[in-house]
């Protein structure tokens, strides 16, 4: 499984050094883990979500890992604050869970991290490997390509990731079950197994709105470049 994490000038010095352990800050939140023991490293299943939080708490790096599924202990969701898209900030004072997954840390090993990057790239966001000979080792996931016009030229497309979708998903579950905890959202109606194929179905049943959101993007882009 194609993963990412967030990586500080501590963690990066320990793959080189066996003997040192990562010793700087945690950032400690709620999640869905239930731990045995605090032996754990935690990966994010999509990109844009190690961008913000390298961007929250100044990390160095985004590591790209290869982790093998049979080495993931669970899988589930931590919860932020703060999180936009470049297209919805509706979320942005709200809770909102974050796929992740979590290894043992005596199951890690150095060479499952692939490549590192300073900033989120669409190689990440599709989770393609940079080692061209690993392209067809892995399966990667294509963008969603959304086309839409404004009034003052040829039709524009512009690309959603997976986390962009998944952030329209979590704003349509929350408007449609005003009563519903963050929590009783999490437990009824996400699985991180399977949350590739839920984001997929979600963009494909409502394909109207996303055409209708990303015409208002477009328009407020192009208003800032006049500006």
Same mark, same amino acid.
């Given at each position: 499984?194609?993963?990412?994490?967030?990586?500080?000038?501590?963690?990066?010095?320990?793959?080189?050094?066996?003997?040192?352990?990562?010793?700087?800050?945690?950032?400690?939140?709620?999640?869905?883990?239930?731990?045995?023991?605090?032996?754990?490293?935690?990966?994010?299943?999509?990109?844009?979500?190690?961008?913000?939080?390298?961007?929250?708490?100044?990390?160095?790096?985004?590591?790209?890992?290869?982790?093998?599924?049979?080495?993931?202990?669970?899988?589930?969701?931590?919860?932020?604050?703060?999180?936009?898209?470049?297209?919805?900030?509706?979320?942005?004072?709200?809770?909102?869970?974050?796929?992740?997954?979590?290894?043992?840390?005596?199951?890690?090993?150095?060479?499952?991290?692939?490549?590192?990057?300073?900033?989120?790239?669409? *190689?990440?966001?599709?989770?393609?490997? @940079?080692?061209?000979? #690993?392209?067809?080792?892995?399966?990667?996931? %294509? +963008? /969603? $390509?959304?086309?839409?016009?404004?009034?003052?030229?040829?039709?524009?497309?512009?690309?959603?990731?997976?986390?962009?979708?998944?952030?329209?998903?979590?704003?349509?579950?929350?408007?449609?079950?005003?009563?519903?905890? *963050?929590?009783?959202?999490?437990?009824? @109606?996400?699985?991180? #197994?399977?949350?590739?194929?839920?984001?997929? %179905? +979600? /963009? $494909?049943?409502?394909?109207?709105?996303?055409?209708?959101?990303?015409?208002?993007?477009?328009?407020?882009?192009?208003?800032?470049?006049?500006?």
């Amino acid at each position: 499984m194609v993963l990412y994490r967030c990586l500080d000038n501590t963690e990066i010095i320990s793959m080189f050094n066996k003997n040192i352990d990562r010793k700087g800050p945690k950032v400690i939140g709620r999640n869905t883990f239930k731990y045995d023991s605090d032996d754990y490293k935690h990966f994010y299943v999509f990109a844009d979500h190690a961008n913000f939080l390298k961007k929250e708490q100044d990390y160095l790096l985004i590591g790209q890992y290869v982790i093998p599924d049979y080495l993931i202990e669970q899988y589930g969701f931590g919860y932020y604050c703060g999180i936009k898209t470049k297209r919805n900030s509706n979320l942005i004072d709200e809770e909102i869970p974050i796929p992740e997954v979590i290894i043992k840390k005596s199951n890690f090993k150095n060479i499952f991290l692939n490549h590192v990057n300073d900033r989120l790239t669409p *190689i990440y966001q599709r989770n393609m490997l @940079y080692q061209r000979d #690993e392209y067809n080792r892995y399966e990667f996931d %294509e +963008f /969603f $390509s959304v086309e839409s016009k404004d009034n003052h030229g040829p039709p524009i497309s512009t690309n959603y990731s997976y986390a962009e979708v998944y952030y329209e998903y979590i704003d349509y579950l929350i408007k449609n079950h005003p009563y519903d905890s *963050i929590k009783e959202i999490v437990k009824y @109606y996400l699985d991180c #197994e399977t949350i590739k194929e839920k984001i997929e %179905e +979600f /963009f $494909s049943n409502n394909k109207k709105y996303f055409i209708e959101q990303n015409k208002e993007y477009i328009k407020r882009r192009n208003n800032r470049k006049q500006n």
